[in-house]
């Protein structure tokens, strides 16, 4: 199941019909203007619209992403408080709209140390979620790259989210494939994307990841930088995306990219072309002839495939 995070200039419902002409299963959208404290409530028109095309589209499995304002874990009681109130809003307009995922960032501690910074926000979670019961929204606690002094870098950090819930069952978990190798966790090949999966699922649980990102990264391992790049142009292996694609406790799960929207030098849609190489990715391997080596996968150009001596073949991608 994979899709994007698409604009919603227009209209929220924009965002269904790009998501079902670029043939995407699932779709991650803002439900306002993730740069402004205060947004027009969500009309009648803009809900029955929504519905409508979610309906026509057939696109059921939708993810919101709350704003980057946002910060529970600020020590400023001003900003905290807006924070609070802004993800108490996201959260209702997430429920108008029957989206099932919301995905946060933990925040930033803001030099007061982590464990004070993950107190606030397991209270900031714990009051908003006891404020509004009953909503079937549930909140996706985002695993960062760790720039700065933010939050959720380590699986450890999530675990201590998830263990200080009132209601755990409304927190689940978003796993970016850039933040992870940012952050240390090992995904250059299959062999430490696999230990990664293991480890996550030893601390926390793969059972609780919702949705996944799948975005390249543009700065290497270990890194802490959060800067996102098209599949197969940065430093997360493609092995590393075969071995996320072809997991079967994901299968059913939401892959969005968060990749730059741009067109490639072909002049379609960069979504395509990553879309498409992560569906190649997830394909079965074909069965090699007797004494027929494997060839391995090597990085891709949006016009062709690039060489183990670095230049261009001019070939696709081999899905083998």
């Not at 995070?5 to 929220?12: V, Y």
């Not at 004070?116 to 019961?133: D, F, K, M, S």
């Not at 996944?212 to 800067?227: A, E, I």
Request: aromatic residues 4%.
């Amino acid at each position: 199941m994979f899709g994007s995070h698409l604009s919603i200039a227009g209209g929220l419902h924009n965002a269904l019909i790009e998501a079902s002409e670029l043939g995407m299963d699932c779709v991650q959208v803002f439900t306002k203007n993730q740069r402004q404290w205060r947004s027009p409530p969500l009309t009648d028109e803009q809900i029955r619209l929504w519905s409508q095309h979610r309906r026509a589209t057939g696109i059921c499995q939708v993810v919101s992403h709350d704003s980057y304002l946002i910060n529970l874990a600020c020590p400023r009681s001003a900003t905290r408080e807006r924070s609070i109130d802004l993800f108490r809003e996201e959260l209702l307009r997430c429920e108008a709209l029957e989206i099932p995922w919301l995905v946060t960032h933990p925040g930033a501690h803001m030099g007061e140390g982590e464990a004070a910074g993950l107190q606030r926000v397991i209270e900031a979670l714990n009051q908003v979620h006891g404020e509004l019961p009953g909503l079937r929204t549930v909140t996706c606690l985002e695993v960062t790259a760790g720039q700065g002094t933010g939050l959720g870098w380590r699986f450890e950090h999530i675990r201590e989210l998830l263990d200080g819930a009132a209601e755990p069952e409304r927190l689940a978990v978003c796993l970016d494939t850039a933040h992870l190798l940012a952050a240390g966790y090992d995904l250059t090949g299959a062999e430490g994307c696999r230990e990664t999966l293991e480890r996550f699922d030893r601390a926390v649980g793969l059972d609780r990841v919702r949705v996944w990102h799948l975005n390249d990264s543009k700065t290497p391992l270990g890194s802490r930088k959060d800067r996102h790049e098209h599949i197969g142009h940065g430093h997360v292996s493609l092995e590393a995306f075969r071995v996320i694609v072809t997991d079967g406790r994901s299968r059913a799960t939401p892959k969005i990219l968060e990749t730059p929207k741009e067109q490639a030098p072909d002049g379609r849609p960069w979504d395509l072309i990553n879309l498409e190489l992560l569906r190649r990715l997830a394909r079965p391997r074909k069965a090699l002839s007797p004494g027929r080596a494997e060839r391995p996968l090597t990085r891709v150009r949006a016009h062709g495939r690039i060489g183990a001596d670095g230049r261009d073949q001019r070939k696709e991608v081999q899905s083998q």
